[in-house]
């Protein structure tokens, strides 16, 4: 960023000149022309101390006295001179100032000083986030509300100036620049050393994919999450090592070919994936047979494709013949006769997925009007909208900023999440209804709370300090409620992973080691209650044995010198 010093100075070259002139001319003929004393008679000029002085108040405020005696007829003409070139001057280098207040790019480089000074002093862990979307919107509130520093960049200055606005906790430093600059993402915190990873999920993918490879180069070892709206750009981010890529409209037609094909699983993930406190999701079953899908974009062709893997049939329509589809309606939808011509009336479901969330209402509504009992999934765009699509109540709703928000928070807040859920993929439906029952047993109707843990020094001190002195520390164990060591906290253990080796729902019997990453579900209680025996020694004693034990290493250690 360029120093705001250099730009003031280097504005205000002119006017600083024409002050310095005009002072130095008038202090100079003051200090020439000879006076008068008090008598008349024939004085030496002012010093050019007094001259200053005299210059310094004419020229800003014209109210003066004659000092130290009257004037001369020659020093009254001078000064008269004077007034008027230090004031005309006065008033060129004031208007200089005002106009120089309100240049772009003084503002610019005021705010970049500010953002990159903001940033310097940063404290605690922060993401690089650019964008700031709808999506990124959604992304901020989530890390807000979980006390997670962020860092925002985003070109378009209106999103900067709502983020200003919003309601968060933590002051979160914003610049309207452009992230596909690296001296952007420098300046936003890069090489900063508290710099926790890089989320990119503006609107363009080619923006992402310069963050995305920018990263890559300066910093490798940061954590990379990326938005991509194109299969191609995944590929390209892939090919650079990024393995966190979400595709909004991928992963929705995943998510409906699995609620076709695996209920279960869909509702696992509903449940797991919600926001806690809310209601649990109910079931979403989409029927198999005859799909409509209207918009052959990239959401339409990302649904097509994970329909037709499940064997169903599809007839698109469209306003322009859809390229390698067989079986294709030319219309837009909104219109009775074309979903008539596409066979409305043998469907079991229909896809409103164009990119106008009217256009999909309409469809929608046309639709249901046809055949009621269709199997309905629109498409939102825009979430301003979302009072509209609640009242029409779809049976399923994609909007991809609140699935791109989801994924990446899901994925920063609880990484072992997406592996749980590509394992459970493997296990049948009956076994996600056990799971389903087993998590419904403990939170109720409600959406639980998810978290996941890893056993360090730094994490859980109690633990690792208890399986440091070779006491045996079971799964179970860490389900005990601190107040009871014979009750069992609401929660459930989903994986266990040590290493390369992955126990899904683990036994509560199975022994627990150093390093080993644990994911849970359960009530928001559980968790605050189990991380005291994480943390206090005392307490996980107590969780263990059942005995109140000295707290502290050395009362410990005295203690265990007594026994012997």
């Given at each position: 960023?360029?120093?705001?010093?250099?730009?003031?100075?280097?504005?205000?070259?002119?006017?600083?000149?024409?002050?310095?002139?005009?002072?130095?001319?008038?202090?100079?003929?003051?200090?020439?022309?000879?006076?008068?004393?008090?008598?008349?008679r024939p004085a030496p000029p002012m010093d050019f101390?007094?001259?200053?002085?005299?210059?310094?108040?004419?020229?800003?405020?014209?109210?003066?006295?004659?000092?130290?005696?009257?004037?001369?007829?020659?020093?009254?003409?001078?000064?008269?001179?004077?007034?008027?070139?230090?004031?005309?001057?006065?008033?060129?280098?004031?208007?200089?100032?005002?106009?120089?207040?309100?240049?772009?790019?003084?503002?610019?480089?005021?705010?970049?000083?500010?953002?990159?000074?903001?940033?310097?002093?940063?404290?605690?862990?922060?993401?690089?986030?650019?964008?700031?979307?709808?999506?990124?919107?959604?992304?901020?509130?989530?890390?807000?509300?979980?006390?997670?520093?962020?860092?925002?960049?985003?070109?378009?200055?209106?999103?900067?100036?709502?983020?200003?606005?919003?309601?968060?906790?933590?002051?979160?430093?914003?610049?309207?620049?452009?992230?596909?600059?690296?001296?952007?993402?420098?300046?936003?915190?890069?090489?900063?050393?508290?710099?926790?990873?890089?989320?990119?999920?503006?609107?363009?993918?080619?923006?992402?994919?310069?963050?995305?490879?920018?990263?890559?180069?300066?910093?490798?070892?940061?954590?990379?999450?990326?938005?991509?709206?194109?299969?191609?750009?995944?590929?390209?981010?892939?090919?650079?090592?990024?393995?966190?890529?979400?595709?909004?409209?991928?992963?929705?037609?995943?998510?409906?070919?699995?609620?076709?094909?695996?209920?279960?699983?869909?509702?696992?993930?509903?449940?797991?994936?919600?926001?806690?406190?809310?209601?649990?999701?109910?079931?979403?079953?989409?029927?198999?047979?005859?799909?409509?899908?209207?918009?052959?974009?990239?959401?339409?062709?990302?649904?097509?494709?994970?329909?037709?893997?499940?064997?169903?049939?599809?007839?698109?329509?469209?306003?322009?013949?859809?390229?390698?589809?067989?079986?294709?309606?030319?219309?837009?939808?909104?219109?009775?006769?074309?979903?008539?011509?596409?066979?409305?009336?043998?469907?079991?479901?229909?896809?409103?997925?164009?990119?106008?969330?009217?256009?999909?209402?309409?469809?929608?509504?046309?639709?249901?009007?046809?055949?009621?009992?269709?199997?309905?999934?629109?498409r939102q765009n825009r979430h301003a909208n979302a009072?509209?699509?609640?009242?029409?109540?779809?049976?399923?709703?994609?909007?991809?900023?609140?699935?791109?928000?989801?994924?990446?928070?899901?994925?920063?807040?609880?990484?072992?999440?997406?592996?749980?859920?590509?394992?459970?993929?493997?296990?049948?439906?009956?076994?996600?209804?056990?799971?389903?029952?087993?998590?419904?047993?403990?939170?109720?109707?409600?959406?639980?709370?998810?978290?996941?843990?890893?056993?360090?020094?730094?994490?859980?001190?109690?633990?690792?300090?208890?399986?440091?002195?070779?006491?045996?520390?079971?799964?179970?164990?860490?389900?005990?409620?601190?107040?009871?060591?014979?009750?069992?906290?609401?929660?459930?253990?989903?994986?266990?992973?040590?290493?390369?080796?992955?126990?899904?729902?683990?036994?509560?019997?199975?022994?627990?080691?150093?390093?080993?990453?644990?994911?849970?579900?359960?009530?928001?209680?559980?968790?605050?209650?189990?991380?005291?025996?994480?943390?206090?020694?005392?307490?996980?004693?107590?969780?263990?044995?059942?005995?109140?034990?000295?707290?502290?290493?050395?009362?410990?250690?005295?203690?265990?010198?007594?026994?012997?």
């Open positions: 960023m360029p120093s705001t010093l250099f730009l003031i100075l280097r504005r205000m070259r002119a006017p600083l000149i024409f002050l310095i002139v005009s002072y130095a001319v008038s202090i100079l003929g003051m200090t020439l022309i000879p006076g008068v004393d008090a008598n008349g101390f007094h001259a200053f002085y005299f210059i310094s108040y004419t020229a800003t405020t014209i109210g003066f006295g004659e000092i130290p005696t009257a004037f001369s007829d020659a020093q009254r003409a001078w000064t008269l001179f004077a007034i008027y070139l230090t004031v005309i001057v006065w008033l060129y280098s004031i208007g200089a100032i005002f106009a120089l207040l309100q240049d772009p790019a003084l503002q610019r480089a005021i705010r970049g000083n500010r953002f990159a000074a903001q940033v310097k002093h940063l404290r605690q862990p922060f993401y690089l986030i650019t964008g700031c979307g709808e999506t990124g919107a959604l992304l901020m509130h989530a890390l807000d509300s979980r006390n997670q520093q962020a860092v925002v960049l985003d070109i378009d200055p209106e999103r900067i100036a709502e983020l200003e606005l919003g309601q968060y906790h933590l002051d979160i430093p914003a610049l309207t620049a452009d992230a596909r600059y690296p001296e952007n993402l420098v300046a936003a915190g890069l090489h900063h050393p508290l710099c926790a990873g890089v989320i990119t999920l503006t609107n363009d993918d080619q923006v992402n994919l310069s963050v995305a490879v920018t990263t890559k180069l300066l910093r490798p070892d940061l954590p990379i999450l990326c938005r991509a709206d194109s299969l191609d750009t995944a590929a390209n981010m892939a090919s650079f090592g990024i393995e966190e890529v979400v595709n909004a409209f991928e992963v929705f037609g995943e998510h409906l070919a699995v609620a076709i094909n695996n209920p279960g699983h869909h509702l696992l993930y509903q449940w797991l994936t919600g926001v806690p406190g809310e209601r649990l999701a109910m079931p979403m079953e989409p029927p198999r047979g005859k799909w409509i899908v209207c918009g052959y974009g990239r959401f339409g062709k990302a649904v097509s494709r994970h329909l037709d893997k499940e064997g169903n049939e599809l007839v698109v329509v469209d306003e322009h013949p859809a390229a390698g589809h067989a079986h294709s309606v030319i219309g837009l939808g909104t219109e009775a006769h074309t979903l008539l011509e596409a066979g409305i009336e043998q469907a079991v479901g229909i896809v409103a997925g164009t990119n106008d969330d009217i256009n999909n209402l309409s469809i929608a509504m046309t639709a249901r009007q046809l055949k009621p009992e269709l199997f309905t999934v629109l009072a509209l699509f609640q009242r029409f109540d779809a049976n399923a709703t994609m909007q991809s900023s609140s699935i791109v928000a989801h994924e990446f928070l899901s994925l920063l807040t609880t990484p072992l999440l997406s592996r749980f859920f590509n394992l459970a993929l493997q296990q049948g439906d009956a076994w996600a209804d056990v799971t389903l029952s087993r998590i419904a047993a403990v939170v109720g109707d409600t959406v639980p709370e998810v978290w996941d843990l890893e056993l360090s020094q730094a994490k859980t001190p109690a633990v690792w300090q208890a399986l440091r002195d070779r006491a045996t520390v079971r799964l179970g164990d860490l389900m005990r409620t601190p107040s009871n060591r014979h009750e069992v906290l609401a929660g459930i253990p989903l994986l266990l992973k040590r290493g390369r080796d992955e126990v899904l729902v683990p036994d509560n019997d199975t022994p627990l080691q150093d390093g080993d990453r644990l994911l849970f579900c359960g009530e928001a209680q559980a968790r605050r209650q189990q991380l005291l025996g994480l943390h206090d020694y005392n307490m996980l004693n107590y969780l263990l044995t059942g005995n109140e034990a000295p707290g502290g290493l050395i009362w410990r250690r005295l203690a265990g010198t007594g026994k012997s």
